[in-house]
């Protein structure tokens, strides 16, 4: 196949940046969408010009390193597919793609294609964990889980924080990754302790980094690679609110 | 109270009152269209409705008119306040744009939102007001205001029955994302009850909205005089 890129290039944060066209030739519809790019970088190293930066490091679609937008979808838009498991043979010969990276205040370019994502650990570390007594190990099954709520936590705890969600939402907002690290301990008895914490302060730190806000375009939804549903959103709306509204005080003495 | 000015500053705090305020005033909207409904009784039933609200106790009508500005205020500002934030949160646009799901309604709201704002301010200053575009007010045989007539009249205009019906469908617009976009903002979605989150509620919104642009058009082609 031969295909032609226009590829977004900027050297660093402070570079304004452009479009920049290049062809890319003898591309096998076998190789995935990093392969491509590999190809088209060694050309230009054989011509002492600068490769494309892109971050990757899995790519078999667990890492959530390779962001990029692809004719302005994230990873592609193909349905729970990550840029490095995107295939070729979904392009047709001689088609024209625009490359770029995610665009969010939140999300600074580093360089080219690559974000820094770092907004996402800051949120993280706010409470995305659950506080436990290091000591022996425990029991398999002291804590007894059901089936069905094993399985919904597991729904959401695919989630590989590649920030798709934030790149396809037309206001930025990272509502979609957040709530998916919500409801993932919300529903494990391990979460419950801090659930209300957690909602509070990670959405605090959400709206400190500067994303955008939710308008429900459910966007988010359809450009997940892991395919997280907008109900793990309801479940963020629903604890931040009882949160808020039931914030406990610290009894204390008459 | 300082957990109130935090959580209303708070990005799902803000949702919450969109949601609130967007439901109040829908419900308004819901009474107000079934009193003007009246028009198609005539002209007693309706000056006689008129009357009525004037007179409701315990200055029941000043208590509402407090609540719905309350509401329109606080729907509007914090509209505002999410979308110059949306915007800033993408500071670079894409190049190349593409939606693989967001509604045309969803992605309009801001706009679909400031017409039907421009419109209630139209609204109010010829009905409400009389500052532009209405006759001055006559009494009717009782010696009521004639609100049937004034309204009447008004609608025999086709230029201003045609600012009520486009106004009122996109409303009706705005309100087929509002209403269903609303549970969610507060937390519900069940895959039980999201046919009534998502369709039905929606639906009644258009229901609601089509017999409000029935009375212009009824007036318009001669079933109401
Ligand atoms: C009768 C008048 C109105 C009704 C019944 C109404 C109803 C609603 C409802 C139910 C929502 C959904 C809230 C949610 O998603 O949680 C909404 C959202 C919205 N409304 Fe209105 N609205 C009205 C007037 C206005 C006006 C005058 C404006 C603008 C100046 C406006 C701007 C917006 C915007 C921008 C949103 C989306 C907010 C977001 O999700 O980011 N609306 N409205
Ligand atoms: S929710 Fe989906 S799109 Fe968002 S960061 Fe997680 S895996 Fe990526
Ligand atoms: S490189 Fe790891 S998910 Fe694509």
Redesign the pocket.
Known sequence: MELTLHVWRQKNGQDSGKMVTYKARDVSPESSFLEMLDQVNEELIGKNDEPIAFDHDCREGICGSCSMMINGKAHGGRKGTTTCQLHMRSFKDGEQIYIEPWRARAFPVVKDLVVDRGAFDRIISKGGFVSVATGGVPDANAIPISKEAADLAMDTAECIACGACVAACKNASAMLFVSAKVSHLANLPQGQPERLQRATHMVEQMDKEGFG?C??YFECEAACPKQISVRSIAVMNRDFLKASLLHQEPVGKA | MSWIVRLQKSSLGS?YI??IT??G??LF?IGHFAGNLLLYWGQDAMNAYAVELHNLPYGALWIARGGLLIM?LA??FI??R??FQNRAARPQRYQYEATLQASFASRT??YT??I??LF?LFHLAQFTFHLVAVDPVQLDPQGREDVYSMVVHAFQSPVYSAIYVVSVLI?GF??SH??S??WQ?VGLNHRKYNLAFRKLSPLLGWIVCLAGVSLPLAVLFGLIK
């Open positions: 806000n308008t429900n | 949702k969109m949601a967007g439901a005033l829908f909207v329109v729907h509007i509209a505002y999410l979308t709201m801001p939102g400031t039907v704002l209630i409303l705005h309100l509002g209403l976009s609303m903002s």
